[in-house]
Every structure is written in C-alpha cells, then in structure tokens.
C-alpha cells in the first residue's frame, strides 16, 4: 500500500511553467508504476502520463508531448510533472496515482491508489 500527495500546483499565465510533485509515503514507492492524471471541471478524469517503476518507459497523452515531462526519484520516494508552455486548457486538478493493475496504462482504473490533487490555473 502507498500514499500520495500532490504538491506544486497554483495560478501561472499561459507560456509559464510549473512543476508538480507527488510524494508518496512507505518503502513500497519504487515497485509502482505511476501516473499522472487531470481534471477540468464539467469533465471526465484524463490520463496526462505515465512512468514506468525503473523510469525506462514514459508516456504521454498527445495533447501534452512535447510540453509536460514526467520523471521519478525512487530514493527519494517521489515523482514529478514538469509542465512547460502551458496552456489556459491544462486547467485542471492534476492528481497521481499508483498502478495496480498491467493492461492499458492511460486507463483509470489500471491505478489503485490516488492523491487528493493540486489546482493548477493557467489564465490568458
């Protein structure tokens, strides 16, 4: 079991960055896969990307490649998102999430364990 929390969210024009941090508790970290995921408000949840355990395979939905990079410290039991060149579209509450399952890793319900999410407001 592992628990996690987001931290790194706030209020950043459109072309500014941040990044997010995802911390997780336990010495269990290391053998999740983890993800990333985003809700807009009126929408569904969204997979943004996904690290593999050993950071080796890394995946991205296409309307953040090239823009958000996904990365992990296991000795320090915690991931992050950077986001660059964002835009007011990316508005959402970004939360991560632990893999529990091996089949398709952008689907939700491949992940068991969720954080409580951090706002990121991007205005114009």
């Known amino acids: 079991q592992v628990q996690l929390r987001e931290s790194g969210g706030g209020l950043v024009q459109a072309g500014g960055s941040l990044r997010l941090s995802c911390a997780a508790s336990?010495?269990?970290?290391?053998?999740?896969?983890m993800g990333w995921f985003r809700q807009a408000p009126a929408k569904d949840r969204e997979f943004v990307a996904s690290?593999?355990?050993?950071?080796?395979?890394?995946n991205y939905a296409e309307s953040v490649k090239g823009r958000f990079t996904i990365s992990r410290d296991n000795d320090e039991n915690t991931m992050y998102l950077q986001m660059d060149s964002l835009k007011p579209e990316d508005t959402a509450v970004y939360y991560c999430?632990?893999?529990?399952?091996?089949?398709?890793?952008?689907?939700?319900?491949?992940?068991?364990?969720w954080g409580p999410g951090t706002q990121v407001t991007v205005s114009s």
């Open positions: 999430a632990a893999r529990i399952r091996s089949g398709t890793y952008s689907l939700l319900h491949e992940y068991g364990y």
């Open positions: 336990g010495r269990t970290f290391s053998t999740y896969n």
């Open positions: 690290i593999s355990r050993d950071s080796i395979y890394t």
